[in-house]
């Protein structure tokens, strides 16, 4: 498969996309996103579901779908509920928002049930209460303060150091916001099921970038070993020998919810389903762009000034220095990939071999074990 | 099986039979729950898959400064289940939910009047007893006025009733220290009729001496009986007992039933309130300051209750029979109705009787929350019709299938045939689940609803994902030059690890989702939270077993083309050190 050719690539660093030396173009999409998303909240606002403001909400189940909006209008007025009557139509049942119906509740009920020719049984109304959504709100905002403390203490306690817990976070907060904005501008339903959703996004987000950073602690910890990479180079090879893993898992995350999202809105219509796999939906796949594209580079600049790392960059520069001179000065030996297949020896941009060269038989293998040839052809 | 003779799999096989043996377990766990118990064969389903009724209620307290505490939250649940319960609504459910809310869940349709009555607010009072008598009326003959309950000289009643009550009968004789004590039959009622009938009010104080006139001089003046009350009163059978739109008038006298139905009682005007009440605490009886083991429950007022209090037990305490009772009533319903020993003046009362520590301490909460009366707030009330409830549940699983197939499309396409370990995970893992939830749902009352069903097939997702993690890591080792079984080896070390913190992100956001979501959406959090707990199951006890095994096969271990694993493919390091100082060139094997 390509893609599996493509990964090898990404993985040997044949191929490398420059993920944390460009990560000024990265921040300045990522900023341009952010600024539409605040925009679209700013002006655009929310549109928030019924269950901030109250009101009652009927479904008629194999409903007789013809002229449905008339007739929901004159059932639910007949039942003695003024105001707005809104009414759609999801296969076949017929869905009514009203304002909180009440104690009118069962009235209702019995009219939309006449007028749609349905049994009584048929229909099914929910009423919100006006406090639900506030009550809602103020639950997940609970959530999610108790969610970032806590995933913010165990990242710093697993990676060991409260950057990457800081660029994790960012990510995460960044995802949020244009999460939101992209429900402010396509103008989606906000809702408490939603509101979950986002909330769960803040797992997925993480999910991600846990995948990520793990790979990059990896990296950054051999380059520390060897003095051979910089900081910022290995972070950027674990950043592309994660990139197919991060696709497939944000694919195979993504098609359920898909299954979901297509299902529920051309058969189920709107509700907790719908809600919560759309917020999932969209938040996954930010929440990929973010784990590689923000929260990588974001760690790299973090960490850019730490005397440790300032001290392997400056060691990697001057191993790549003389290993450019030993290729200068041997141009004639046999070609760099062949004396040197290690390519984890080789910076990521392709620059070439670093360090001293090598028996070919040296650097390969499980562990760099053999550095003489084997005793029966000394 | 010549693979499984192969003694390098001997481990992996061992993990691969621990999972069958979680299985089975699993397995036999819910046949033996729908054998022998009330367990069924089938996750038990929410009420919007099934059809049926939820609420979601908050308690607000009559200070709408004051907000609500865990145990004033445990306290209105058990209020709400008992008059779900007296309400005969069967197998409703009522549970707390993230601190704040009381959902409860009604299967079927019930009638808006019994939705009504489960919400409307509770109120602690005090009532003097008029009359007293036992709960069921006898078929042959109807019960005189007076009540069966007959006063002893001690002025504690032994009530006659067809089922007695030994826990609650009363200890006669109490000696007391500092405060003075009420001494009850502590009898609790569940079922009310207040009988909103009585003559002229008028409001009390002082001692009556239960002069029966025209006009009630006190709350416990015989004069409230009222030939129509009296009729009313008599005609009482507490098992007969099913009301909910009774008008609960403080100032008119009520009949009532206790909640074991033992007794009923026809009670004067409310004298005191709830709200009298500063604190209520159960405990040993202090005696001289030592501790006795008598069970006790100190009441103390408030100074304007104390006031009220010792007024009103300054008259009873004159007065012989169940006229020297005071009830004290919970949403209409008597939780005790102690005699009278002394007037207390302090505020300070004892109710003592054969109390257990535990019962003691149920009737000290009633007491505490009747401190602060609570209404209760609708936040939603979601009404689903069975169609609808069977409609979605069949869209869900649709969507489950739909998701699934993608996924293992997906999987195939990427990773060839090992895609089908993918396949086989993502099975077992729907096994271990199913059986899983239907266990909880026996077990746990747990029920299965649209958002939960939306938890399972996002965490198909999840799940898949953590296979990912792995095979791309045993491709990265391949390519670095392992043989396949080393690469599983080496790459399950470092996949492990990522998977773990990976998968533990996901649980805490489960558990606080769990912990602090509302209503519908909880189920989502515990079907993420249950199914990334048998993610970690699946990829430690089944999926890395089976890749153990696998790469010892000659398809996946030779790296067959279509094994996903080849090394060719791969672009694996050209040169391999396969052992004894050889080395093997791909090109040259190829």
């Given at each position: 498969m390509n893609i599996a050719q493509f990964g090898n690539d990404l993985y040997t660093g044949k191929r490398s996309i420059d993920f944390i030396g460009r990560q000024k173009t990265w921040y300045s999409i990522s900023a341009l996103l952010l600024a539409l998303a605040t925009l679209g909240i700013v002006w655009h606002g929310l549109n928030f579901g019924i269950e901030f403001e109250g009101g009652s909400e009927y479904r008629i189940s194999n409903a007789v779908t013809t002229d449905y909006e008339a007739k929901a209008k004159a059932a639910v007025s007949g039942a003695g509920i003024d105001g707005l009557v809104e009414s759609s139509v999801v296969g076949d049942s017929v869905r009514v928002q009203t304002v909180a119906a009440g104690e009118k509740n069962e009235g209702v009920k019995t009219a939309l049930a006449k007028a749609f020719g349905v049994d009584v049984t048929k229909v099914s109304a929910s009423l919100i209460g006006p406090s639900w959504g506030a009550s809602v709100s103020a639950k997940a905002l609970q959530g999610l303060i108790a969610f970032l403390v806590l995933v913010g203490l165990f990242m710093a306690v697993y990676f060991r150091t409260w950057k990457m817990a800081v660029a994790g976070l960012v990510a995460l907060a960044h995802d949020m916001v244009i999460t939101v904005g992209i429900y402010a501008l396509a103008d989606f339903e906000i809702t408490p099921a939603s509101m979950i959703g986002f909330l769960t996004i803040l797992g997925y987000s993480l999910y991600d970038t846990v995948v990520v950073f793990d790979k990059v602690r990896e990296n950054t910890a051999d380059a520390f070993g060897s003095r051979r990479m910089s900081y910022a180079a290995a972070a950027n090879l674990a950043v592309n020998q994660t990139l197919v893993r991060s696709i497939n898992t944000t694919v195979v995350a993504l098609l359920p919810i898909l299954a979901i999202l297509v299902v529920g809105i051309s058969k189920?219509?709107?509700?907790t389903l719908v809600d919560l796999s759309l917020a999932l939906f969209v938040g996954i796949a930010v929440g990929a762009y973010s784990s590689i594209f923000v929260a990588t580079p974001l760690l790299v600049w973090l960490r850019r000034n730490e005397p440790a790392v300032a001290d392997l960059a400056k060691h990697a520069r001057r191993v790549e220095a003389t290993a450019a001179k030993t290729a200068a000065a041997a141009p004639a030996e046999a070609p760099v990939d062949q004396l040197l297949p290690n390519d984890e020896l080789r910076s990521v941009a392709g620059v070439g071999p670093v360090g001293r060269p090598l028996h070919k038989y040296a650097s390969?293998?499980?562990?760099?074990?053999?550095?003489?040839?084997?005793r029966s052809r000394r | 099986m010549t693979v499984a003779l192969n003694p390098r799999t001997r481990g992996p096989r061992r993990a691969l039979l621990s999972f069958v043996a979680i299985i089975l377990a699993l397995g036999a766990l819910v046949i033996g729950a729908r054998t022998w118990g009330t367990g069924q064969l089938t996750p038990k389903l929410g009420l919007d898959l099934e059809g049926g009724t939820e609420m979601v209620l908050e308690p607000v307290l009559s200070d709408s400064s004051v907000t609500v505490n865990q145990g004033q939250l445990d306290q209105a649940r058990d209020i709400i289940q008992q008059r779900v319960n007296a309400n005969g609504v069967a197998e409703a459910t009522v549970t707390t939910q993230g601190g704040r809310n009381i959902v409860v869940s009604i299967p079927g349709q019930p009638t808006a009047e019994q939705l009504q009555a489960i919400r409307k607010p509770s109120q602690l009072r005090f009532r003097a007893v008029l009359e007293a008598a036992a709960g069921r009326l006898t078929p042959t003959s109807t019960p005189t006025a007076t009540g069966t309950a007959t006063g002893t000289s001690s002025g504690t009643p032994s009530v006659t009733t067809t089922t007695p009550a030994p826990a609650f009968t009363p200890a006669p004789g109490n000696t007391l220290t500092g405060s003075p004590a009420l001494v009850p039959p502590a009898l609790r009622a569940d079922t009310t009729t207040p009988a909103p009938t009585a003559t002229a009010s008028s409001t009390s104080t002082g001692s009556g001496t239960a002069t029966p006139t025209a006009t009630p001089t006190s709350a416990s003046d015989l004069a409230w009986v009222t030939p129509a009350l009296q009729a009313e009163y008599t005609a009482v059978d507490c098992t007969k007992f099913q009301t909910s739109e009774l008008v609960d008038d403080p100032a008119k006298p009520l009949i009532t039933c206790s909640d074991d139905l033992n007794e009923k009682y026809l009670l004067g005007p409310?004298?005191?309130?709830?709200?009298?009440?500063s604190s209520a605490v159960a405990g040993y009886r202090q005696q001289n300051g030592q501790t006795t083991n008598i069970v006790v429950v100190n009441l103390n007022f408030t100074s304007d209750g104390a006031k009220k209090f010792g007024a009103v037990t300054t008259r009873l305490y004159g007065l012989q029979g169940n006229l020297n009772r005071f009830a004290i009533v919970l949403d209409r319903k008597v939780i005790s109705a102690p005699t009278t020993n002394a007037a207390i003046l302090t505020g300070q009362a004892e109710i003592s009787g054969n109390f257990t520590i535990e019962s003691a301490r149920s009737l000290a909460k009633q007491l505490q929350f009747g401190a602060l009366p609570m209404s209760f707030s609708l936040q939603t009330e979601n009404d689903i019709s069975p169609t609808l409830g069977s409609e979605q549940l069949k869209l869900g699983l649709l969507a489950g299938l739909i998701g699934l197939l993608l996924v293992v499309g997906y999987s195939l396409v990427q990773y060839r045939l090992l895609g089908l370990v993918t396949v086989v995970s993502l099975v077992a893992a729907a096994l271990l689940t199913y059986l899983t939830l239907t266990w909880l749902g026996w077990a746990a009352n747990f029920r299965l609803t649209l958002a939960g069903v939306t938890g399972v097939i996002v965490s198909i997702g999840v799940t898949a994902d953590s296979f990912i993690v792995y095979f791309e890591r045993i491709r990265d080792e391949v390519r670095e030059g392992r043989t396949l079984a080393a690469a599983v080896e080496a790459g399950w070390a470092r996949a492990r690890r990522t998977i773990i913190a990976a998968d533990l992100v996901n649980l805490l956001a489960a558990v606080v989702l769990y912990i602090l979501a509302a209503s519908n959406v909880r189920g989502f959090a515990f079907t993420l939270g249950v199914t990334t707990l048998i993610d970690l199951l699946i990829v430690f006890l089944f999926t890395h077993p089976i890749m153990g095994i696998l790469a010892h096969t000659t398809f996946f271990g030779g790296g067959h083309?279509?094994?996903?694993?080849s090394p060719d493919r791969l672009g694996a390091k050209t040169t391999r050190y396969v052992g004894a100082g050889r080395f093997v060139d791909a090109g040259a094997k190829a």
């Open positions: 189920i219509g709107p509700g390969t293998g499980p562990r760099n074990q053999p550095k003489r040839p084997p | 409310v004298e005191v309130d709830g709200t009298d009440i083309p279509w094994s996903g694993l």
